[in-house]
């Protein structure tokens, strides 16, 4: 079976390919870098050709309010309608664990557009809503940071190796669509402030974690549970402890 991954350069998409190829499966990694652009729509019919499964692993360049909901409203658009007249039987879009819980932010709102703009577009669909991956809580730590302070939420997280979200995402392209969503998630359930603790002492950063309620999340607010899976998620065998080791072990 061929299968087109959009993103297939990036953290999943690269992963991803490497199990679908494992499968035996053909897989095409549409990138700019590869001649696929999602938002011109170059390369883009070329690719579909004969293909049976599209993934959207992609993300935007920017998140900057305009120009992330450009992003995946212009390239769904684009993929879908590729999709559609390459015949393609299942498009599948990597998506967020709470996207849909207000008051979201920005890229929560393009990403939601992402969704609906797949839902409407006639093809049979699956959308995976994963929780925030293991690789990104240092980025997450920046974000928090003020005058060397981490000024972190107590509201729980809950998440996942991108391993484990490429291992989800390759057994969703070979199923049947679901023409609905599906979650997965981590398997331990933490706030947001013990994780960052965890993660700046495993890595030697002398930053002080401060518990800040108000500090949300990417500029919005956070409930205690928004960040977490509901009742029949799919949840990951990697835990955050294990990942952390290993990280710290191999840097």
């Not at 049976?52 to 390239?75: G, L, R």
């Not at 684009?78 to 664990?97: D, E, F, K, Q, Y």
Request: proline fraction near 5%; hydrophobic fraction near 45%.
């Amino acid at each position: 079976m061929k299968i087109v991954i959009i993103g297939g350069t990036g953290l999943i998409g690269t992963q991803l390919g490497a199990l679908l190829q494992q499968r035996g499966h053909t897989v095409v990694a549409a990138a700019p870098s590869t001649g696929v652009n999602t938002l011109t729509g170059q390369g883009l019919d070329a690719a579909m050709q004969g293909a049976q499964v599209v993934v959207d692993a992609s993300n935007s360049p920017s998140f900057e309010a305009e120009a992330v909901m450009h992003f995946f409203d212009t390239s769904t658009r684009n993929i879908t309608r590729a999709a559609a007249a390459a015949g393609v039987r299942h498009g599948v879009a990597l998506s967020i664990v709470g996207v849909d819980q207000p008051p979201g932010n920005a890229y929560f709102h393009a990403k939601l557009a992402q969704e609906r703009l797949l839902r409407e577009s006639g093809l049979p669909y699956t959308i995976v809503r994963a929780t925030q991956f293991h690789e990104f809580i240092g980025t997450i730590a920046d974000s928090y940071t003020r005058d060397g302070v981490v000024h972190a939420p107590s509201a729980g997280i809950q998440t996942i190796a991108s391993a484990d979200v490429a291992s989800a995402l390759a057994d969703t392209a070979l199923g049947a669509p679901l023409n609905g969503w599906r979650e997965i998630g981590g398997p331990q359930r933490m706030g947001i402030d013990a994780l960052l603790r965890d993660y700046l002492a495993a890595v030697g950063d002398p930053r002080t974690v401060r518990t800040d309620d108000s500090a949300g999340y990417f500029g919005a607010p956070v409930r205690a549970s928004t960040l977490q899976t509901r009742e029949g998620a799919w949840i990951a065998p990697t835990p955050w402890q294990a990942w952390l080791t290993r990280r710290t072990q191999t840097a």
